[in-house]
């Protein structure tokens, strides 16, 4: 498999172009490594070459997803200091990975994040944040962070007419800032 390269990258990429195809209509519990290879152009052999199962495969894509963007996430998203850093982040993520986050993010998507990232991402929070990583609270607030924000993302990606890119990050950043409950009230 090592032996051409190219050929292993391509390949897998049409895998992971097949599957995200069909999630995109469709629950990862109800594709089938047919349909991945089928779509694809390979068949089945070939699939398991590459991948142990559907679940490795989008396994491979979170990873692949979060190496790309684990720096923006973690140097500028945690550390946006003003609202414009913020904006531009948000708008830097939608332009080079909007597609895969329209796909990937469903609700239950930090469900299946692989436990290292996760485990990376509350390391990161507590070091930034001065919090003790061995409170079982901060792993609450962690996965309450996360969903929501991740949520809140794909909602907006998958509508089209709804908040602009400012909008977004503007209604992102004040409730990640002042609270929900604080973002509520300034609509009354």
């Known amino acids: 498999m090592n032996k051409q390269p190219e050929a292993t990258e391509a390949t ?26 089928d779509a694809a152009g390979y068949n ?6 590459y991948f142990n199962s559907i679940y490795d495969l989008y396994d491979h894509i979170v990873r692949m997803m979060y190496e790309r963007i684990r720096p923006k996430i973690l140097e500028g998203v945690f550390k946006s200091e003003d609202l414009n850093g913020f904006c531009s982040q948000v708008s830097t993520l939608r332009q080079e990975w ?7 993010l469903k609700p239950g998507f930090y469900a299946r994040v692989p436990e290292d990232i996760k485990e990376e991402l509350l390391g990161h929070l507590c070091t930034t944040f001065g919090l003790k990583k061995e409170t079982i609270q901060i792993s609450y607030i962690l996965d309450y962070y996360m969903n929501s924000v991740l949520t809140l993302i ?8 709804g908040l602009s890119e400012d909008e977004f990050a503007g209604l992102l950043w004040g409730i990640l800032h002042q609270g929900v409950l604080q973002q509520l009230n300034s609509y009354r």
């Open 12 to 37: 897998k990429k049409r895998f992971i172009k097949a599957f995200l195809t069909l999630y995109r209509d469709q629950p990862i519990e109800k594709i089938t490594v047919r349909e991945i290879s």
């Open 154 to 161: 794909h909602r907006w990606l998958s509508e089209p007419k």
């Open 98 to 104: 909007g597609e895969y986050f329209q796909i990937m």
């Open 44 to 49: 089945r052999i070939t699939f398991y070459r």
